[in-house]
Nanobody, 123 residues
Framework: QVQLVESGGGLVQPGGSLRLSCVAS????????MGWYRQAPGKERELVAT???????RYGDSVKGRFTVSRDNAKRTVYLQMNSLKPEDTAVYYC?????????????????WGQGTQVTVSS
């Protein structure tokens, strides 16, 4: 049973910073992509940032230059450092881990989500 537990959300003023953490437990293939997505009220879930086990990162356009994703493979933890926060960053932030396992000529995909942590940016 895979579990992803997020922490670090909360209320912050515009221009402030927060750091989110997500710890993974259970059986997860070591070659994987971990990351963060967010969903604001009335909007679809969107990519925030992802990072592969090798350290390759990808960011959503709206957070480039302000957010930094990192991971500690030994601790099975992914982090999201959020700086220069804006009211439009307000959302529930979800941790995610994805990987595929080759089964002969096919690949079985695995996709796990955390329960989410609320981030509110408001004065």
């Amino acid at each position: 049973q895979v579990q992803l537990v997020e922490s670090g959300g909360g209320l912050v003023q515009p221009g402030g910073s927060l750091r989110l953490s997500c710890v993974a437990s259970g059986s997860i293939f070591s070659v994987n992509t971990m990351g963060w997505y967010r969903q604001a009220p009335g909007k679809e879930r969107e990519l925030v940032a992802t990072i592969t086990d090798g350290g390759t990162t990808r960011y959503g356009d709206s957070v480039k230059g302000r957010f930094t994703v990192s991971r500690d493979n030994a601790k099975r933890t992914v982090y999201l450092q959020m700086n220069s926060l804006k009211p439009e960053d307000t959302a529930v932030y979800y941790c995610n881990v994805k990987y595929g396992v080759a089964l002969g000529i096919s690949v079985r995909s695995y996709d796990y989500w955390g329960q989410g942590t609320q981030v509110t940016v408001s004065s």
